[in-house]
């Protein structure tokens, strides 16, 4: 009797034990890869480290302080929350027009959707070779495009404003086709119910989607709007690919500039201080939007 | 009832943006093909005038390019770590979606909150833990850490609620083991949803950038894509060997789009399939 109890005792032990032998797997690298270095790197931005066979020493607030008075340093932040601020509008909107153009009843759609979300696929990296590629200066296809419609041969990528705005274009060709499959389902997921009332009302084309359409969208958009503004808060490969940061740092955001301060700078306390702050700003964008969201009774 | 088609003016509007999409990959592939004196000439073409396999040879034939062990090398990351993914996820997303025990809504809450600690914000602390562990310039560092994604766990999780509580139960009463239950009734039920990992995480392994660059050193131990970064220099481009490579490395991808696209694009409708 005793035995059976017992042993039934250890059969609700190693029933209590299973969803977190199933689990252990992924928290074991979320601990060492996530959670750790997450730590580890708010430590190190309070130190002076400098990597391989230093002794890191505390130097308290001495890297933000740097971070926010060296205008270098707070100059790559500013530019990729500018960036942020430009390019996820348009990220947003041009998928958006993606979508609508996509749920019309096109002849041969599903190759068209396949054109629209082939850039997806290819590496940051090689999208950013791609566009240099045709951008280089002088030689570039674009120059000669402009050189044969008479225009004339312009500067690019070596002009920072252009390369910035290029970087800009860019990002948005190669993640358009993403964010577009995300409308597309919200889209077809409205009632065709709500478009037969809209026309009974007498509303037009632009009425109907500003009044059906657009806010039946609402969950669809803030996810997109949270994904892709994530995305471009970590912009990184594409840049180091297509602009190297350049010209003279029109290009250089926030990530690229840890990864230079960090890895050839050896400043690794100041790089991690930088880290520091761009999670605070990325959070504070998630949640804020999320609290937002939910204020306005979206979620 | 027959189905209205859209107007000819949406039509042009839908072409000018596969054009837009597609033209500029399909310049490069071109370029590929063009011999030396083509690539730099004043006004380039869009086709090649003499279409030459002189830029792939130069892959092959400069000992500098580890093409070969670099085509390798992405081949076993992506499909190791796919491998890896696959099983992990679908067992944590098993654990999230069909236990209830402590703690489960925090460990739920963690893991969709790894979301907004982006890898290449936090890759300086990462590295250090790579060579703490002795994965550095190991192959492991770009197969282990990677294949814990909080969108294919999320996924998975979400999948499975829809499986029905009382085929687990009915094994469990038949005596069967929690594994046998995991291997024989969640895994063969979960095949849509593991598929949509897969190729996600293969498509991810193959494009990857930061995870090689952080961890790897040697040459013959590149991937694809970080032996394509070491080839455009700061100062010096070898344009030649860079869109011969560049070209290699697309075709797996195109390859894998064209089999699976269904599923990629159902995986990014449904989810949001996130890295």
């Keep these: ?299 | 009832m027959k189905k209205k088609r859209a107007s000819f003016l949406t039509h042009i509007f839908a072409i000018f943006w596969v054009l837009f999409f597609l033209l500029p990959v399909l310049y490069v592939v071109f370029s590929a093909f063009k011999s030396r004196s083509e690539l730099f000439q004043h006004i380039p073409t869009f086709f090649p005038r003499d279409w030459t396999l002189d830029n792939f040879k130069r892959l092959i034939d400069n000992p500098y390019f580890m093409t070969y062990e670099w085509i390798r090398n992405s081949f076993i990351v992506a499909i190791a770590s796919t491998v890896v993914a696959v099983v992990i996820n679908t067992m944590s997303g098993y654990a999230l979606a069909k236990f209830r025990f402590k703690g489960d809504t925090i460990i739920l809450i963690v893991i969709l909150s790894t979301i907004m600690l982006p890898l290449e914000v936090i890759m300086v602390p990462i590295a250090r833990i790579i060579r703490t562990l002795g994965l550095y310039n190991t192959l492991w560092a770009l197969i282990i850490p990677p294949a814990a994604t909080p969108a294919g766990i999320f996924l998975m999780r979400q999948f499975l609620l829809t499986i029905p509580d009382d085929l687990i139960e009915s094994a469990r009463i038949d005596g069967a083991s929690e594994w046998r239950i995991f291997r024989s009734i969640i895994v063969p039920n979960a095949k849509p949803a593991i598929a949509t990992i897969a190729i996600f995480s293969f498509m991810w392994r193959w494009n990857d950038y930061v995870w090689p660059l952080i961890a790897i050193r040697s040459p013959s131990r590149y991937t694809l894509q970080l032996g394509i970064s070491t080839l455009s220099g700061e100062y010096t481009t070898d344009w030649a060997a860079l869109l011969a490579i560049s070209t290699i490395s697309m075709i797996p991808m195109l390859v894998v789009f064209l089999i699976f696209q269904r599923n990629f694009v159902q995986g990014v409708a449904e989810t949001g399939m996130k890295g």
């Design chain 1, 1 to 299: 009797m005793a035995k059976k109890e017992q042993s039934f005792k250890s059969y609700i032990f190693r029933q209590k034990a299973v969803p977190y032998v199933f689990l252990s797997p992924n928290m074991l690298i979320f601990g060492l890869f996530i959670i750790t270095p997450a730590i580890m790197g708010v430590y190190f931005s309070f130190t002076n480290f400098r990597g391989l066979g230093d002794q890191p020493q505390w130097i308290g607030m001495q890297n933000y302080v740097n971070l926010f008075t060296d205008p270098d340093l707070f100059g790559a932040i500013l530019n990729t929350i500018y960036l942020v601020a430009v390019t996820l509008p348009i990220v947003f909107f041009f998928s958006l027009l993606l979508a609508i153009i996509l749920v019309q009843p096109l002849r041969g759609r599903p190759i068209i959707r396949a054109t629209y979300y082939w850039p997806v696929m290819i590496s940051f990296l090689v999208v950013g070779l791609i566009w240099r590629w045709i951008l280089r200066d002088s030689m570039g296809y674009f120059n000669g495009l402009l050189d044969t419609l008479g225009i004339g041969r312009i500067e690019t990528l070596l002009n920072p404003r252009f390369a910035w705005w290029s970087v800009v274009f860019v990002f948005t060709w190669s993640r358009a086709g993403y964010y577009m499959v995300m409308f597309m389902a919200a889209l077809l997921s409205i009632p065709s119910q709500l478009y037969e009332a809209a026309e009974i009302d007498g509303a037009n084309r632009w009425q109907r989607f500003l009044h059906v359409t657009y806010p039946s969208l609402r969950p669809a958009r803030l996810m997109i709007f949270i994904l892709a503004g994530m995305e471009i808060f970590k912009i990184y490969p594409l840049v180091e690919s297509f602009t190297r940061g350049g010209p003279n740092y029109a290009t250089e955001f926030a990530v690229r500039y840890i990864y230079e301060t960090a890895f050839s700078y050896r400043q690794i306390g100041l790089a991690s201080a930088m880290s520091v702050v761009m999670i605070a700003i990325v959070m504070i964008f998630t949640l804020g939007n999320l609290a937002l969201a939910k204020r306005r009774g979206a979620i």
